[in-house]
C-alpha cells in the first residue's frame, strides 16, 4: 500500500505558475506509476499527467501539452506536477494517485490523496 499526500494548492492569477508535490509514504513508492488527476466543480475527474515507475515516460492530456510538467524523485517519495501559464479553466481539485498497473489516461487508479486546491483568478 502507498499513502499519498498533496500540497501545494492556492489562489494565483492566470499566467502564473504553480507547483504541486505529492509525498508517498510506503518502502515501494519506485514500483508505482503515478499520476495527477483533477476535478473542478460540477465535473468528473479527469486525467491530467501520468509518470513511468523510473521517470522515463510521462503522459499528458492535450490541454496540458507544453504548460505541465510532471516528474518523480523515488528517493524522496515525491511526485510533482509544475504547472505553467494557467489558466481559469485549469482551476480544480488537483489529486495525486498511484496504481501497480498502466492506467494512463484513466481515472480509475488504486490509490489516491485527499487533494489541493487551486484556484486561478482571471
Known amino acids: 500500500q502507498v499513502q499519498l499526500v498533496e500540497s501545494g494548492g492556492r489562489l494565483v492569477q492566470a499566467g502564473d505558475s504553480l507547483r504541486l508535490s505529492c509525498a508517498a509514504s510506503?518502502?515501494?513508492?519506485?514500483?508505482?506509476?503515478m499520476a495527477w488527476l483533477r476535478q473542478a466543480p460540477g465535473k468528473e475527474r479527469e486525467f491530467v499527467a501520468g509518470?513511468?515507475?523510473?521517470?522515463?515516460?510521462?503522459y499528458y492530456t492535450d490541454f496540458t501539452k507544453g504548460r505541465f510538467t510532471i516528474s518523480r524523485d523515488n528517493p524522496k517519495n515525491t511526485v510533482y506536477l509544475q504547472m505553467n501559464s494557467l489558466k481559469p479553466e485549469d482551476t480544480a481539485t488537483y489529486y495525486c494517485a498511484a496504481d501497480l498497473n498502466r492506467k494512463y489516461f484513466r481515472n480509475d487508479w488504486d490509490y489516491w490523496g485527499k487533494g489541493t486546491l487551486v484556484i486561478v483568478s482571471s
Open positions: 510506503g518502502r515501494t513508492f519506485s514500483s508505482y506509476r
Open positions: 509518470i513511468s515507475w523510473n521517470g522515463d515516460s510521462t
